[in-house]
């Protein structure tokens, strides 16, 4: 199913949630909502969800408008950041209930109804665990029961909010690879809620990123990774280097820090990833590093260092390509890529 | 190295706590605790044993104490099954909206808690006796409240409807609205999020809000006797007929009966206490 979000404002008793927002979803698609608290991006899934309504436009499933359909009637399954299990029943009577509440003319058999149950415990693994009740259970667990609930109506959309975010990070890591699998296994479109980004570019098929109510970026993890729309996406995605200057003669400048650079002239804030980072070989222009720290951990360098009017920068090397760093020295480098935008006015 | 296994062993009474003060808290519980209501109840049940069985089957067990029992029981039985619906009600509003005056509404539910209970059975008789604002209108329609056993349910609801709405409302509170909005995704309407989803988690809180209300009622007597009419056999309560008993020195009679409320609370609220223990279980 697709799903299209056209224009949605939403306003809360002080600030605006969402102002103006547009999405397109396609069937199938895994989509991260990625932003800062306070972005909007659980207000925009409450309201795909039926659980918010928007002021102004509109949100339609197949062209079907469903702006201000209730929850019940869009065939959503909502994951909710703690759980929201019912603590008095046992985990295949969450499991079955919303099968269990259908008018008699659509409701499945019992037996059909247990069978489904099973399946979806299947799915999640949690198969012999249907006696339980929630309280027996640990965090991951009851987010697995609460993914077969929502499952369990077959829904068109699967939208989880923050799923992971109650987890400690060992479950987190299983349960996102789980959460693909099951995304795999049932095709369901499915658009996951994070503040999170490593969760959202290494879960997701596209990634859009939210920042105080507007969607700054739509794209796969690589395309906003890898090509930033905005000094904000540049900023939240990846770590980066953030310098304030000017470009001037093809050359960014900023204080102490300078590389070359293709835009315009004029001012500019710039970001530099950790790994763009490149000792300068030769002649070639560059600028001073004065190395802090050096954590040489696995395959990539991290370096810790300070430029020459006191500023803090990252930078990552690849091992085979620096032989030997050392605290307290200086190393000449210089930016091989570079992600310039104008100042926000 | 090794430890001595003798050298830390404590006392078998009390687990090593990190927190302080448990000699001088439950030292002070417990002679409270005895002081007010232990040596209290053990006198009441030494004074019952001077009778003989028969003479204690008579005392306690008389026509008329079964009447009064009846009586006691069952107007507490209904005023706290109305207290139990009124009160979810009432709980409920205070919770889920805002409304102009909530502050004012919020105080009157509290007021039986502080009221004298004189002033609230003069105040319920006033109103409900044939010539009262409401009895004038209930007598019209061949109905009589006030100095009948419905009178004694209305005195004793009065007096039971805090206990209901204060207990049950924490836990509506803590209730988290992400439960009914899971169930709504999932499907359900208004009256199935309400059936299977909200009254089964407010189970054990509900009960103990009319194990609450009933326990008060049983024993209430300031507010009942304006309202009851206190006739024998009739609207008669067993803590009236406990006073009778003691304005015509008859102790021994007083103790008998006594005795047997008492032991008939103590079981009804050792069931109540079951059944939330095993409810408790399961919402942990």
Same mark, same amino acid.
Request: hydrophobic residues 50%; charged residues 20%.
């Given at each position: 199913?697709?799903? /299209?979000?056209?224009?949605?404002?939403?306003?809360?008793?002080?600030?605006?949630?969402?102002?103006?927002?547009?999405?397109?979803?396609?069937?199938?698609?895994?989509?991260?909502?990625?932003?800062?608290?306070?972005?909007?991006?659980?207000?925009?899934?409450?309201?795909?969800?039926?659980?918010?309504?928007?002021?102004?436009?509109?949100?339609?499933?197949?062209?079907?408008?469903?702006?201000?359909?209730?929850?019940?009637?869009?065939?959503?399954?909502?994951?909710?950041?703690?759980?929201?299990?019912?603590?008095?029943?046992?985990?295949?009577?969450?499991?079955?209930?919303?099968?269990?509440?259908?008018?008699?003319?659509?409701?499945?058999?019992?037996?059909?109804?247990?069978?489904?149950?099973?399946?979806?415990?299947?799915?999640?693994?949690?198969?012999?665990?249907?006696?339980?009740?929630? /309280?027996?259970?640990?965090?991951?667990?009851?987010?697995?029961?609460?993914?077969?609930?929502?499952?369990?109506?077959?829904?068109?959309?699967?939208?989880?909010?923050?799923?992971?975010?109650?987890?400690?990070?060992?479950?987190?890591?299983?349960?996102?690879?789980?959460?693909?699998?099951?995304?795999?296994?049932?095709?369901?479109?499915?658009?996951?809620?994070?503040?999170?980004?490593?969760?959202?570019?290494?879960?997701?098929?596209?990634?859009?990123?939210?920042?105080?109510?507007?969607?700054?970026?739509?794209?796969?993890?690589?395309?906003?990774?890898?090509?930033?729309?905005?000094?904000?996406?540049?900023?939240?995605?990846?770590?980066?280097?953030?310098?304030?200057?000017?470009?001037?003669?093809?050359?960014?400048?900023?204080?102490?820090?300078?590389?070359?650079?293709?835009?315009?002239?004029?001012?500019?804030?710039?970001?530099?990833?950790?790994?763009?980072?490149?000792? /300068?070989?030769?002649?070639?222009?560059?600028?001073?590093?004065?190395?802090?720290?050096?954590?040489?951990?696995?395959?990539?360098?991290?370096?810790?260092?300070?430029?020459?009017?006191?500023?803090?920068?990252?930078?990552?090397?690849?091992?085979?390509?620096?032989?030997?760093?050392?605290?307290?020295?200086?190393?000449?480098?210089?930016?091989?890529?570079?992600?310039?935008?104008?100042?926000?006015? | 190295?090794?430890?001595?296994?003798?050298?830390?062993?404590?006392?078998?009474?009390?687990?090593?706590?990190?927190?302080?003060?448990?000699?001088?808290?439950?030292?002070?519980?417990?002679?409270?605790?005895?002081?007010?209501?232990?040596?209290?109840?053990?006198?009441?049940?030494?004074?019952?044993?001077?009778?003989?069985?028969?003479?204690?089957?008579?005392?306690?067990?008389?026509?008329?104490?079964?009447?009064?029992?009846?009586?006691?029981?069952g107007a507490a039985f209904a005023a706290a099954s109305v207290n139990a619906?009124?009160?979810?009600?009432?709980?409920?509003?205070?919770?889920?909206?805002?409304?102009?005056?909530?502050?004012?509404?919020?105080?009157?539910?509290?007021?039986?808690?502080?009221?004298?209970?004189?002033?609230?059975?003069?105040?319920?008789?006033?109103?409900?006796?044939?010539?009262?604002?409401?009895?004038?209108?209930?007598?019209?329609?061949?109905?009589?409240?006030?100095?009948?056993?419905?009178?004694?349910?209305?005195?004793?609801?009065?007096?039971?409807?805090?206990?209901?709405?204060?207990?049950?409302?924490?836990?509506?509170?803590?209730?988290?609205?992400?439960?009914?909005?899971?169930?709504?995704?999932?499907?359900?309407?208004?009256?199935?999020?309400?059936?299977?989803?909200?009254?089964?988690?407010?189970?054990?809180?509900?009960?103990?809000?009319?194990?609450?209300?009933?326990?008060?009622?049983?024993?209430?007597?300031?507010?009942?006797?304006?309202?009851?009419?206190?006739?024998?056999?009739?609207?008669?309560?067993?803590?009236?007929?406990?006073?009778?008993?003691?304005?015509?020195?008859?102790?021994q009679a007083a103790a008998a009966i006594a005795v047997v409320m008492l032991?008939?609370?103590?079981?009804?609220?050792?069931?109540?206490?079951?059944?939330?223990?095993?409810?408790?279980?399961?919402?942990?």
């Open positions: 199913m697709t799903i /299209s979000i056209r224009a949605v404002e939403k306003q809360f008793a002080r600030y605006p949630a969402l102002r103006g927002v547009s999405l397109d979803i396609e069937p199938g698609e895994l989509l991260a909502l990625l932003g800062p608290s306070g972005s909007g991006k659980t207000t925009l899934l409450r309201i795909i969800a039926g659980l918010e309504f928007p002021e102004a436009g509109q949100v339609l499933f197949d062209q079907r408008d469903v702006t201000f359909a209730s929850a019940a009637a869009r065939q959503v399954g909502f994951v909710f950041q703690q759980y929201a299990l019912f603590r008095h029943m046992t985990v295949a009577k969450n499991v079955a209930f919303g099968l269990d509440v259908r008018k008699a003319a659509t409701k499945p058999a019992r037996a059909e109804i247990s069978r489904r149950v099973d399946v979806l415990l299947g799915l999640v693994e949690l198969g012999g665990l249907g006696g339980r009740y929630p /309280s027996q259970l640990s965090g991951g667990q009851r987010q697995r029961v609460a993914l077969a609930r929502a499952l369990a109506v077959s829904p068109e959309v699967l939208l989880l909010d923050e799923p992971f975010g109650a987890l400690d990070a060992t479950v987190r890591k299983s349960l996102r690879k789980e959460l693909r699998r099951i995304h795999n296994a049932t095709g369901v479109t499915t658009i996951f809620v994070t503040h999170d980004q490593e969760e959202a570019l290494d879960l997701a098929d596209r990634v859009a990123i939210l920042n105080l109510g507007q969607i700054e970026q739509v794209g796969t993890p690589a395309e906003v990774y890898d090509n930033p729309a905005s000094a904000f996406v540049c900023g939240f995605v990846g770590e980066a280097n953030r310098f304030e200057g000017h470009v001037e003669n093809g050359r960014f400048v900023s204080g102490a820090v300078s590389f070359p650079a293709t835009t315009a002239s004029g001012p500019k804030l710039g970001f530099v990833r950790p790994h763009d980072l490149t000792l /300068s070989v030769g002649e070639e222009a560059g600028f001073d590093l004065h190395i802090d720290r050096v954590i040489a951990q696995g395959p990539v360098i991290q370096v810790e260092a300070k430029t020459t009017d006191h500023r803090r920068i990252d930078a990552a090397f690849a091992r085979q390509d620096v032989a030997s760093l050392t605290a307290g020295t200086t190393i000449r480098v210089t930016a091989r890529k570079a992600h310039l935008f104008d100042p926000v006015a | 190295m090794t430890l001595s296994a003798s050298s830390k062993r404590l006392s078998p009474f009390r687990r090593r706590s990190a927190i302080p003060g448990f000699g001088i808290t439950l030292g002070v519980t417990i002679s409270l605790l005895s002081l007010v209501v232990l040596i209290p109840l053990a006198a009441v049940i030494l004074k019952a044993s001077g009778l003989d069985g028969p003479g204690f089957m008579a005392a306690g067990f008389s026509p008329r104490a079964m009447a009064a029992y009846r009586l006691s029981f619906v009124f009160g979810a009600l009432t709980a409920w509003a205070l919770v889920r909206y805002e409304f102009f005056g909530k502050p004012i509404v919020n105080a009157l539910v509290d007021l039986p808690f502080a009221l004298p209970t004189a002033v609230a059975g003069i105040a319920l008789a006033a109103l409900y006796a044939p010539n009262g604002w409401v009895g004038q209108y209930l007598a019209a329609m061949g109905l009589k409240a006030a100095y009948t056993p419905v009178g004694v349910v209305i005195a004793l609801t009065f007096i039971g409807l805090p206990f209901v709405v204060r207990t049950l409302e924490p836990v509506l509170r803590d209730l988290s609205a992400d439960v009914e909005e899971a169930a709504a995704s999932l499907g359900a309407g208004r009256i199935s999020i309400i059936g299977r989803v909200i009254l089964p988690a407010l189970g054990p809180a509900w009960l103990t809000g009319f194990a609450l209300s009933f326990a008060r009622g049983v024993g209430e007597y300031g507010s009942v006797i304006f309202i009851a009419g206190n006739m024998p056999y009739k609207s008669e309560i067993a803590p009236l007929l406990i006073v009778i008993q003691l304005e015509q020195f008859n102790y032991s008939a609370s103590f079981a009804m609220l050792l069931v109540i206490n079951t059944v939330q223990a095993w409810a408790r279980r399961l919402s942990a």
